[in-house]
């Protein structure tokens, strides 16, 4: 074989339940995810040695990027390796189209790929519950971005239960060209709610409205611990998403711990016309990019194998 290519999806959170902060260190979640196209790919070809590389768009920011080494790809890549006994070689190229620290889990869907990849391209056939337990040792979305689809996340978001969802959901993503850090998310969010309960809000009316595949719905139940602290930081995402709202969206919420503001559409032509309203500042300066993705997806999965 000569190369491997795998794609593996953003995500978005469509319920983030946040409990207090646990003794080790990490906070209880509930969350609703779900995958959206929005992709990128990783490619792995054979190689004596290791080596890393990555593309972006023009308009994406390379600077939260980390290098060769310091990368979750190389992490994930180790852990696989360690687990089979086998050395780490490769050459592997990233593709992003998954904006760069903007809280839709480009890394993580990253290192699902990889973990797909480096498995065929060396051929070692682990099982998915290996995967799985690889995958939450990378980080708590990393799971998911095996998964897919649309899933409930509990413990520290890395236990994953796919979710029957037939609907089919329409979003505008609006990336920021400046990233917001999500430990100091977190730890705004310990700040303003130092009283939070240890046990994380329930996502069932959230569930309820994905089994009811009605967009307007699901647009009322859109909740995200994170959103206020993410504002209180960062206070033009709420003048953003106050402005989306005015534009047409049914809903708009901050993904994950920020900065990307998502928008909730009711079709394709919804969502296209709430994109060309948004493409630009209020200043009247053109946004880096505005993009349109539907979700449920797949998780990481090949797309070629030579």
């Known amino acids: 074989m000569s190369a491997v290519t795998v794609r593996a999806p953003a995500k978005i959170n469509l319920h983030l339940g946040v409990g207090a902060l646990r003794k080790d260190g990490f906070h209880a979640l509930t969350t609703v995810y779900q995958a959206i196209g929005l992709c990128d790919d990783v ?36 852990l696989l390796a360690a687990h089979h006994n086998l050395p780490m070689t490769g050459d592997v190229a990233i593709t992003k189209a998954i904006p760069v620290a903007g809280g839709l889990a480009g890394g993580s869907a990253d290192a699902a790929a990889a973990l797909v990849a480096l498995d065929r391209l060396w051929e070692a056939n682990t ?7 690889i995958a939450a040792l990378l980080g708590s979305d ?60 329930s996502a069932d009316a959230l569930l309820d409205a ?67 309203a948004l493409g630009h500042h209020s200043d009247g300066r053109e946004h880096p990019a505005v993009l349109v993705a539907n979700g449920p997806v797949a998780g990481a999965h090949l797309v070629e194998y030579v």
């Open 43 to 78: 490619t792995a070809e054979p190689s004596t040695d290791w080596d890393l590389g990555v593309t972006v768009p023009g308009w994406m920011d390379v600077a939260g990027i980390p290098l060769l080494g310091e990368n979750i790809v190389d992490r994930a890549a180790a």
């Open 127 to 133: 099982s998915d519950d290996d995967l799985l337990e």
């Open 142 to 201: 990393v799971p998911f971005a095996l998964v897919g689809g649309t899933a409930l996340g509990s413990g520290r978001g890395e236990v994953v239960t796919p979710i029957d969802d037939r609907g089919t959901w329409w979003w505008v993503l609006v990336p920021s060209d400046e990233g917001l850090s999500t430990p100091a998310v977190y730890r705004h969010f310990d700040k303003m709610f130092p009283d939070a309960p240890r046990k994380p809000p």
């Open 210 to 276: 994905v089994a009811s595949q009605d967009p307007r719905r699901l647009a009322e139940v859109l909740h995200n611990d994170l959103q206020l602290p993410a504002i209180d930081l960062r206070p033009d995402l709420g003048r953003l998403i106050d402005r989306g709202q005015r534009e047409g969206a049914l809903r708009g919420i901050v993904s994950g711990s920020g900065p990307t503001c998502v928008f909730l559409c009711e079709s394709a032509d919804h969502a296209r016309d709430l994109a060309a």
